[in-house]
Nanobody, 117 residues
Framework: QVQLVESGGGLVQPGGSLRLSCAVS????????MGWYRQAPGKERELVAT???????NYRDSVKGRFTISRYNAQNTVSLEMNSLKPEDTAVYYC???????????WGQGTQVTVSS
């Protein structure tokens, strides 16, 4: 059974930093592309960043230079380091894994990130 468990959300002031982590079932982590998505109230879920099995990364334009996605194969975790946070970054952040020959999507439970003064 695939499990993705997120942690690290919270409330932060504009300009602050947060680090999100996602622990993944060991059997699947090393062979799965990973990603972080977010969904703000009243909006559709959107891609934030992805990282391939080989470590190649991709970011949405609005977070480039501020967010960093990393994977730690020995710990079966993927992280999202978020710096210079803005109010528009406020959303529920979801960890995603694409697993199997059909790259089926698996999701974590989500963690709230609120950027406000």
């Amino acid at each position: 059974q695939v499990q993705l468990v997120e942690s690290g959300g919270g409330l932060v002031q504009p300009g602050g930093s947060l680090r999100l982590s996602c622990a993944v079932s060991p059997s699947f982590f090393s062979i799965s592309p990973m990603g972080w998505y977010r969904q703000a109230p009243g909006k559709e879920r959107e891609l934030v960043a992805t990282i391939s099995v080989t470590g190649k990364t991709n970011y949405r334009d609005s977070v480039k230079g501020r967010f960093t996605i990393s994977r730690y194969n020995a710990q079966n975790t993927v992280s999202l380091e978020m710096n210079s946070l803005k109010p528009e970054d406020t959303a529920v952040y979801y960890c995603n894994a694409k697993i199997g020959i059909y790259a089926s999507d698996y999701w974590g439970q989500g963690t709230q990130v609120t950027v406000s003064s």
